[in-house]
């Protein structure tokens, strides 16, 4: 399941995605009520993404934050993959953090292996193809 930590980073990045194009940085507290995020939480979470490279910060009185590329260059799996880490259900399957299941007796032959191996490649296919912009559009039609 999505913790709460990755719903909260994708409304931040979401609500900032709506705002309009070259407009001055979100204060974080703007943030935190336009996407109804904790703001105790959303520190650390905006901290992780900037450094991820997805979010540019200014500091002061008129500073704030944006989103660091097109938001049509930023999909949803990039945004969970930083907070939350691979997406596969286990780790036999990650591309990014393999190991193997301590209590499998063949990975070649398993096939709680082989259809975790397709879920996690709907799920990369499904969120890595998902924008922000495809998100935040309005006529975004369920699948």
């Not at 945004?79 to 301590?102: D, H, K």
Request: hydrophobic share 45%; glycine share 6%; charged share 25%.
């Amino acid at each position: 399941m999505l913790t709460q930590r990755s719903r909260y980073a994708l409304r931040a990045m979401l609500f900032l995605a709506e705002q309009p194009a070259g407009c001055a940085p979100v204060a974080m507290t703007r943030i935190a009520a336009g996407a109804t995020v904790p703001r105790k939480f959303l520190e650390l979470i905006l901290a992780d993404l900037r450094e991820a490279g997805f979010l540019l910060s200014t500091r002061g009185k008129m500073g704030g934050y944006r989103l660091a590329k097109p938001s049509h260059l930023i999909s949803m799996g990039e945004i969970i993959r930083v907070i939350e880490g691979p997406l596969a259900l286990v780790p036999c399957v990650s591309r990014t953090a393999y190991r193997r299941c301590l209590d499998c007796k063949s990975e070649a032959d398993c096939a709680i292996r082989v259809a975790m191996m397709r879920v996690r490649d709907e799920t990369a296919r499904i969120l890595d193809g998902t924008s922000l912009a495809d998100a935040t559009a309005s006529d975004l039609v369920a699948a």
